[in-house]
Nanobody, 122 residues
Framework: QVQLAESGGGVVQAGGSLRLSCAAS????????MGWFRQGPGKEREFVAS????????YYQDSVKGRFTIYKDDAKNTVTLTMNSLNPEDTAVYYC???????????????WGQGTQVTVSS
């Protein structure tokens, strides 16, 4: 059974940083692209970042470029999302997901975690 488990959410002040982690089963982590999506209050879920199975290519949403970094840690079967210079617009539930190929499209992601809440206070 595929499991994706996010951790690292919390409350942070504007301008601060957080690092989210997503642990995945080895068979998925070694072959699938991994991604992060988020859903803010009253909003639809949106793409944040994704990384190819080998870590050699990453995509970012324009609003997070230069602030967020996605990384695959093969030794730990974990993908992280390091978020810097956070602002209240980043407040959302963040979801980890896995897809056969790197993509920005939600429909391409087959497996999903439960989500972790990130709240940025002004």
């Amino acid at each position: 059974q595929v499991q994706l488990a996010e951790s690292g959410g919390g409350v942070v002040q504007a301008g601060g940083s957080l690092r989210l982690s997503c642990a995945a089963s080895r068979d998925i982590f070694s072959r699938y692209a991994m991604g992060w999506f988020r859903q803010g209050p009253g909003k639809e879920r949106e793409f944040v970042a994704s990384i190819r199975w080998d870590g050699g290519l990453a995509y970012y949403q324009d609003s997070v470029k230069g602030r967020f970094t996605i990384y695959k840690d093969d030794a730990k079967n974990t993908v992280t999302l390091t978020m810097n210079s956070l602002n209240p617009e980043d407040t959302a539930v963040y979801y980890c997901a896995a897809a056969r190929f790197i993509s920005r499209a939600e429909k391409e992601f087959e497996y999903w975690g439960q989500g972790t809440q990130v709240t940025v206070s002004s």
